[in-house]
């Protein structure tokens, strides 16, 4: 697919084009999109002129609310809240991603630590082993009881 641009593209969401390019390639008319700008299922971007501007991201979303309209029935508040549920799911998964980068390096931090270590798989804090002292942990007890 020569020239397609994909989602890990940057310009995946260049707001570029115009309303009526937006329009023909969601399939639909220009008011059609203006309607949903409105309504706040896409965000277009503005030109210094103030015309409206999309991405190609915005194109693929009004493909799928004109595809829950059309084919499921869905009424247009169903589909914003549908569209931001799916963002909330979207940004999850990518703080998830983010924390599990993390702990990745956490733990091969962890590894090369250990591989610096005097006694190499036993604790990163050296110990002492002939100590025999035991420690008696006691709570406090409130007044009144």
Same mark, same amino acid.
């Given at each position: 697919?020569?020239g397609?641009?994909?989602s ?11 309303? #009526? &390019? ?8 220009? !008011?059609? %999109?203006? *309607?949903? +700008?409105?309504l706040? $299922?896409?965000?277009?971007g ?5 015309g409206?501007?999309? #991405? &190609?991201?915005?194109?693929v979303?009004?493909?799928?609310? !004109?595809? %829950?309209? *059309?084919? +499921?029935?869905?009424? $247009?508040?169903?589909?914003k809240?549908?569209?931001g ?5 979207e940004?999850?998964q990518?703080?998830v991603?983010?924390l599990?980068?993390? %702990?990745?390096a ?7 630590l ?29 007044p009144?009881r």
């Amino acid at each position: 697919m020569d020239g397609f641009v994909g989602s890990d593209d940057p310009a995946y969401e260049a707001k570029v084009l115009m309303i #009526s &390019v937006a329009a023909r390639m969601a399939g639909m008319h220009p !008011q059609t %999109l203006r *309607q949903y +700008d409105r309504l706040g $299922l896409v965000q277009a971007g503005r030109a210094a002129g103030g015309g409206r501007r999309y #991405s &190609v991201r915005d194109v693929v979303l009004l493909r799928e609310v !004109q595809r %829950l309209s *059309q084919d +499921d029935g869905v009424n $247009l508040a169903g589909i914003k809240r549908i569209i931001g549920l799916e963002r909330l799911l979207e940004q999850a998964q990518q703080r998830v991603a983010q924390l599990e980068a993390e %702990l990745d390096a956490a733990y091969r931090r962890m590894a090369e630590l250990e591989s610096l270590a005097r006694f190499p798989g036993r604790d990163l804090v050296p110990t002492n082993q002939t100590s025999t002292a035991l420690v008696v942990w006691r709570p406090r007890r409130s007044p009144g009881r």
